[in-house]
């Protein structure tokens, strides 16, 4: 497709919100080129995705926000590529969010009811934060229960993306003893298909990166065992880290600001979670790609896995047992040592019982037994 | 059960339990040895021979004179598969770690490259032995189930150790799992199998250089 090639504007898409904002075709190809990239398709997909999203009417979403720390939303407020605003602006109809909505109230339920309504079938609806089976009272929304929210909403909604550890996995409220009977938006939702992007908080080109090729296909793309868009969680941390060379030769930081933690040494000592987790950090990295938490110089915490929380110390090396101590060893030894006697004395009082139990046979005896 | 929470029941209640069984088992046995005891020797020593037992513990890890050439494939398998597992077990970074969140203990680690190397020795080793094992009638005749499961226990952790570096056909996580799970199997199984020679080899063979000095025979 040429840059030059003009597309007819359709009144109420995206492209019309585009060319009302004076963004060029040049720059919107660019753009869709950089997000191709990120979504892993090959380049000449960037024009069939200008094609398919200025001709996209403006997405409805709806954003529930449940068991959460609204460190998923502050993620997706200082994304890039696109910025919330070109996502908000040219892209998406955010028509219900606590937290960035201006309405409150009665006005915001509304809004999102009316979302609901407008766009029955074809709303996509964003959960972040998981969801309290225990007393509904643990977290409730104008007086309705998570639950109950998650499940209404949910019945009209075209697609889900549970955004971040909470939503996809129960995340930290589930932690062991989980006090509130948290659980994953999977776990209540079943019949409606399920992005999960998890994070503690997920990577803010993954969250939008995931919207626009919802926007682009209008479906969900390829997804791994846990739900996961294979084309941002594929690889491990520790497969793309720069710093995997020097685990493979053996190098390792001992502490966090020894000379080999800067000369940028493998973290796995210190616990580094990089090699059993999956997620794009060490590729896309953080903050308009400036770095990300092991190039800051702290290990992997592993938390777009599910359970990570209750995984072991975050600052044991995998290889160090997780709850294994030299005084368990200890008390296994004595109770084997006292094993030892009970069948040291069992041996020897039988050997005893045998002992006095011989009767001396002389030759007269045997003697008297051949008569 | 996820992958990661799978990896966390063999770091955690499996590895402990394996490590309890392994503990309780080699003091049990060793306690089980010792106390048999032996009747005191009241003949006097035949040659005065001092330290004979500890020169039969370094003697006896060197072929006999001719047997080298007798039976080259196993003794060189035999060094070949025990130095490789050796180096694997102490000098892999992670495993040194282990062996300090247990004992506080540590020392400098090999290059990965130079462990790897060494597992894939001891596996070619041990696969060698096993065709010589089935191979030889002598060996055949006197291996029995016990043996093969030894061999078995001892295989599947390099394996799955080598597996799971070189992310080979099963996801990394779930290979690491099965990992630790094949070492759990060895810890149990080692001190009620063959595989206590690891702990009674040199307390046999001090014993026995030691009883044999003193009838006067040379170690």
Redesign the interface.
Same mark, same amino acid.
């Given at each position: 497709m040429k840059n030059t090639q003009q597309t007819k504007i359709l009144p109420g898409t995206v492209g019309e919100g585009l060319a009302q904002r004076g963004v060029t075709r040049r720059e919107f190809l660019k753009y869709c080129t950089s997000l191709a990239a990120l979504l892993a398709l090959p380049p000449a997909m960037a024009g069939v995705m200008a094609e398919a999203i200025s001709k996209a009417r403006r997405q409805s979403v709806i954003w529930l926000s449940f068991q959460e720390c609204t460190g998923c939303t502050e993620s997706i407020t200082r994304s890039h590529s696109p910025t919330l605003e070109n996502l908000i602006f040219d892209m998406i109809s955010l028509d219900y969010h606590h937290t960035l909505q201006a309405a409150s109230g009665d006005a915001a339920e509304h809004a999102r009811l009316q979302s609901m309504k407008d766009n029955e079938g074809k709303y996509l609806l964003i959960v972040d934060g998981s969801i309290p089976m225990g007393n509904p009272g643990y977290s409730a929304i104008a007086g309705i229960s998570n639950h109950d929210m998650l499940v209404e909403t949910a019945k009209g909604a075209a697609a889900i993306v549970a955004v971040g550890t909470c939503a996809t996995y129960g995340g930290i409220p589930m932690a062991n003893p989980n006090p509130t009977g948290a659980v994953s938006v999977s776990d209540i939702i079943k019949d409606k298909p399920i992005i999960n992007v998890p994070g503690c908080p997920p990577i803010p080109v993954v969250m939008t990166g995931v919207l626009a090729h919802f926007l682009t296909f209008g479906g969900i793309p390829e997804l791994d065992a846990?739900g996961r868009p294979k084309s941002f969680y594929g690889e491990?941390i520790h497969?793309r880290c720069y710093r995997r060379p020097f685990?493979?030769?053996?190098k390792?930081a001992e502490t966090f600001d020894d000379e080999a933690a800067r000369n940028g040494w493998c973290l796995?000592?210190l616990g580094c979670k990089g090699?059993?987790t999956y997620n794009a950090c060490a590729t896309t990295k953080w903050n308009d790609g400036t770095s990300f938490p092991i190039e800051s110089g702290h290990g992997c915490i /592993?938390c777009s896995?599910?359970?990570?929380w209750? @995984? #072991?110390p975050f600052y044991?090396?995998?290889?160090?047992?997780?709850?294994?101590t030299?005084a368990?060893? /200890?008390?296994?030894?004595v109770?084997?040592?006292a @094993? #030892?006697?009970a069948?040291?004395w069992h041996?020897?009082s039988t050997k005893a019982a045998a002992k006095a139990s011989h009767e001396t046979v002389t030759v007269q005896d045997l003697a008297r037994e051949g008569k | 059960m996820?992958?990661?929470?799978l990896?966390?029941f063999a770091?955690?209640?499996a590895?402990?339990w394996a490590?309890?069984?392994?503990?309780?088992?080699?003091?049990?046995r060793?306690?089980?040895i010792f106390?048999?005891g032996r009747k005191a020797d009241l003949s006097k020593p035949r040659a005065n021979s001092p330290g004979s037992g500890w020169r039969t513990v370094l003697t006896r890890s060197l072929p006999a004179e001719g047997m080298l050439k007798r039976d080259p494939v196993t003794y060189i398998s035999g060094y070949v598969f025990h130095v490789g597992l050796f180096l694997a077990i102490f000098f892999?970074?992670?495993?040194i770690?282990?062996f300090?969140?247990?004992?506080?203990l540590r020392w400098p680690?090999?290059?990965?490259?130079l462990?790897d190397a060494s597992v894939v020795a001891a596996m070619v080793a041990l696969g060698v032995l096993l065709a010589h094992r089935l191979n030889n009638p002598v060996k055949r005749m006197l291996s029995g189930i016990g043996d093969y499961v030894a061999w078995g226990a001892t295989f599947l952790p390099l394996l799955t150790g080598y597996m799971a570096y070189h992310?080979l056909f099963v996801e990394?996580?779930l290979m690491?799992s099965l990992h630790l799970f094949s070492v759990e199997l060895l810890l149990v199984l080692l001190p009620f199998t063959k595989l206590f020679h690891t702990f009674s080899l040199f307390i046999s063979r001090w014993y026995n250089g030691d009883i044999f000095g003193r009838k006067g025979v040379a170690s």
């Amino acid at each position: 497709m040429k840059n030059t090639q003009q597309t007819k504007i359709l009144p109420g898409t995206v492209g019309e919100g585009l060319a009302q904002r004076g963004v060029t075709r040049r720059e919107f190809l660019k753009y869709c080129t950089s997000l191709a990239a990120l979504l892993a398709l090959p380049p000449a997909m960037a024009g069939v995705m200008a094609e398919a999203i200025s001709k996209a009417r403006r997405q409805s979403v709806i954003w529930l926000s449940f068991q959460e720390c609204t460190g998923c939303t502050e993620s997706i407020t200082r994304s890039h590529s696109p910025t919330l605003e070109n996502l908000i602006f040219d892209m998406i109809s955010l028509d219900y969010h606590h937290t960035l909505q201006a309405a409150s109230g009665d006005a915001a339920e509304h809004a999102r009811l009316q979302s609901m309504k407008d766009n029955e079938g074809k709303y996509l609806l964003i959960v972040d934060g998981s969801i309290p089976m225990g007393n509904p009272g643990y977290s409730a929304i104008a007086g309705i229960s998570n639950h109950d929210m998650l499940v209404e909403t949910a019945k009209g909604a075209a697609a889900i993306v549970a955004v971040g550890t909470c939503a996809t996995y129960g995340g930290i409220p589930m932690a062991n003893p989980n006090p509130t009977g948290a659980v994953s938006v999977s776990d209540i939702i079943k019949d409606k298909p399920i992005i999960n992007v998890p994070g503690c908080p997920p990577i803010p080109v993954v969250m939008t990166g995931v919207l626009a090729h919802f926007l682009t296909f209008g479906g969900i793309p390829e997804l791994d065992a846990l739900g996961r868009p294979k084309s941002f969680y594929g690889e491990t941390i520790h497969d793309r880290c720069y710093r995997r060379p020097f685990y493979d030769q053996g190098k390792f930081a001992e502490t966090f600001d020894d000379e080999a933690a800067r000369n940028g040494w493998c973290l796995f000592k210190l616990g580094c979670k990089g090699p059993v987790t999956y997620n794009a950090c060490a590729t896309t990295k953080w903050n308009d790609g400036t770095s990300f938490p092991i190039e800051s110089g702290h290990g992997c915490i /592993g938390c777009s896995e599910p359970k990570f929380w209750d @995984a #072991g110390p975050f600052y044991k090396a995998l290889s160090m047992p997780v709850s294994a101590t030299t005084a368990m060893l /200890g008390a296994a030894a004595v109770a084997g040592a006292a @094993a #030892g006697v009970a069948i040291t004395w069992h041996n020897r009082s039988t050997k005893a019982a045998a002992k006095a139990s011989h009767e001396t046979v002389t030759v007269q005896d045997l003697a008297r037994e051949g008569k | 059960m996820n992958h990661l929470e799978l990896l966390t029941f063999a770091r955690g209640n499996a590895l402990n339990w394996a490590l309890m069984l392994f503990a309780a088992g080699v003091v049990l046995r060793l306690f089980e040895i010792f106390s048999l005891g032996r009747k005191a020797d009241l003949s006097k020593p035949r040659a005065n021979s001092p330290g004979s037992g500890w020169r039969t513990v370094l003697t006896r890890s060197l072929p006999a004179e001719g047997m080298l050439k007798r039976d080259p494939v196993t003794y060189i398998s035999g060094y070949v598969f025990h130095v490789g597992l050796f180096l694997a077990i102490f000098f892999l970074a992670p495993h040194i770690e282990f062996f300090r969140s247990m004992t506080g203990l540590r020392w400098p680690n090999l290059p990965t490259p130079l462990v790897d190397a060494s597992v894939v020795a001891a596996m070619v080793a041990l696969g060698v032995l096993l065709a010589h094992r089935l191979n030889n009638p002598v060996k055949r005749m006197l291996s029995g189930i016990g043996d093969y499961v030894a061999w078995g226990a001892t295989f599947l952790p390099l394996l799955t150790g080598y597996m799971a570096y070189h992310h080979l056909f099963v996801e990394y996580t779930l290979m690491l799992s099965l990992h630790l799970f094949s070492v759990e199997l060895l810890l149990v199984l080692l001190p009620f199998t063959k595989l206590f020679h690891t702990f009674s080899l040199f307390i046999s063979r001090w014993y026995n250089g030691d009883i044999f000095g003193r009838k006067g025979v040379a170690s």
